[in-house]
């Protein structure tokens, strides 16, 4: 006869004892289309890194998320996790585009067509997008195909910015 004591069973976590971790519908969260296709909470663009980065003072950045933000000089890109600075990156090249005359009158004039499309009935007039297409229009991506080196990859609105961390 085995006595089995069921006090050792509920200690143990669900993560302990299946081979894969239980999610409660099936879908990881980065699958979720809530959180796949929605627009971002911040204005900075949001890096998932896999990678361990570490210096040669053997100081290290283990594997996250980081929000990437490029100094007001735009000479540095900073890790920023939690508020608090975690790296920084020099840039090594920026693109900055202008914003033309044109595409700034096109939004203007269509956000005049909206106003006189609903002047009697303003509640059903759409919101204004261009704050949101901005947000929509950021991405920050790291790349480790060279050996030697990182490709740090920024890109917010019309900005630009590329910087190399050595391996």
Known sequence: ?????C??????????ILPYP??????LD??????????????????NM???LEDYDGNNIPPGFYEIVLSPDRKTMY???SNQIKASIPVAKLVEKMVSQEEERQRIKEQEKLYKKYK?????RPRDQT?????ADMSATIDASPDEYYILKYKNGNIEATGYIIK
Not at 1 to 5: G, L, Y
Not at 120 to 124: A, C, G, H, V
């Open 1 to 5: 006869m085995i006595a089995v004591d």
């Open 7 to 16: 006090n050792l069973l509920a200690l143990n976590s669900p993560e302990d």
């Open 22 to 27: 239980a999610t409660k519908s099936g879908l």
């Open 30 to 47: 980065e699958d979720k289309g809530h959180i796949k296709f929605g627009y971002p909470s911040s204005s900075y663009p949001v890096l």
């Open 50 to 52: 896999p990678y361990i």
């Open 79 to 81: 890790f920023v996790q």
């Open 120 to 124: 009697n009935n303003p509640r059903k």
């Open 131 to 135: 704050e949101r297409k901005k947000q």
